[in-house]
């Protein structure tokens, strides 16, 4: 592994950046609502929160030097299964010969 690091610092400078593709994904969940707030001296503090189901929405996305390509949003976390879909059908078919995709290390990948 230490020499596959080594080998990508190294090559990197020699890559012409017009031929890079970086995944980004990213999502948010209702789960991350505040369970606290404030509020005036003497007022209760109200507000909402959804109940019991909890959903989540992912996001990603191609990088690339001068656009944002295929974005992509599913109204459900990031999975093994929907990663390979979105590379299948989304990003492949905008790849050109010479062009090197770059993602980060999430288990789903």
């Known amino acids: 592994m230490q020499q596959a690091r080594i080998e990508w610092a190294h090559d990197q400078p020699r890559w012409d950046s017009t031929h ?12 991350m609502t505040r ?8 007022q209760r503090c109200i507000a909402s929160a959804p109940y019991g189901h ?3 929405t992912a996001f ?3 990088l690339r030097h001068d ?13 093994g299964a929907a990663f390979l879909a ?4 989304r990003l492949c078919p905008t790849l050109r010969p010479g062009d090197i995709v ?8």
């Open 20 to 31: 890079l593709a970086l995944l980004d994904d990213t999502a948010t969940t209702t789960r």
């Open 35 to 42: 369970r606290r707030g404030r509020s005036p001296r003497g």
């Open 54 to 56: 909890w959903k989540t």
């Open 60 to 62: 990603i996305a191609g």
């Open 67 to 79: 656009a944002i390509t295929d974005p992509w949003g599913l109204d459900d976390p990031m999975n």
């Open 86 to 89: 979105y590379i299948q059908r």
């Open 102 to 109: 770059v993602a980060d290390d999430l288990s789903c990948h």
